[in-house]
C-alpha cells in the first residue's frame, strides 16, 4: 500500500507532465545523438519553454516527411486514402494520446493524407507539450 507521500509524489509528476518531458528528451537523445548531450537537453528545453511563451511548435521527432513515409507506408497501392483502423493504429503507433475519433473521413473510411498528416501533427504538438497550457 503507498504512502500519502508517494501518492503525493504521484500526483506531482502527473500533474506537471514529469513522466512525458522525460520520455520525450530521452527519446530525443536517443534519435539525434548528440555530440553535447546536456548542451542538447538545454537546447530543448529552451525550444518547450519559447513554445509555451509564444504558442508555436515545440520540439518533437517527427516532421511532415516522416508522416509521408508512414502514409506510403500504410497505403501501398497509392489510394490517397487509409482506413479509420490504420489512421488509429497509426497515430497510437507514433505516441499520441487522445486520438480525434471523428476525423474527415471516418463516416466513409476514408481517411485522406492531409487530414492523417494535420491530425498527427496536432496529436505529437499535444503531446510534446509537457507544460501546463497558460
Keep these: 500500500m503507498a504512502t500519502q507521500r508517494e501518492k503525493d509524489v504521484v500526483d506531482y509528476l502527473e500533474k ?4 512525458e518531458l522525460m520520455e520525450n528528451l530521452t527519446s530525443m537523445l536517443f534519435f539525434y545523438r548528440p ?9 530543448q ?10 504558442g508555436v511548435d515545440g520540439p518533437n521527432l517527427f516532421n511532415n516527411s516522416n508522416l509521408d513515409a ?3 507506408i500504410l497505403d501501398p497501392a497509392n489510394k490517397k486514402y487509409i482506413t479509420f483502423a490504420q489512421y488509429k493504429h497509426a497515430l497510437t503507433t507514433l ?3 487522445n486520438i480525434n475519433e ?3 473521413g471516418v463516416n ?10 494535420t491530425e498527427a501533427i496536432q496529436g505529437l504538438q499535444r ?6 497550457q497558460l
Design 45 to 54: 528545453l529552451e525550444q518547450l519553454k519559447m513554445s509555451q511563451q509564444n
Design 70 to 72: 508512414v502514409f506510403g
Design 108 to 117: 466513409e473510411d476514408r481517411i485522406s493524407q492531409e487530414t492523417f498528416e
Design 102 to 104: 471523428c476525423p474527415e
Design 35 to 43: 555530440e553535447n548531450p546536456r548542451e542538447f537537453l538545454i537546447e
Design 127 to 132: 503531446c510534446s507539450a509537457t507544460y501546463k
Design 95 to 97: 505516441g499520441i494520446k
Design 16 to 19: 506537471h507532465k514529469i513522466f
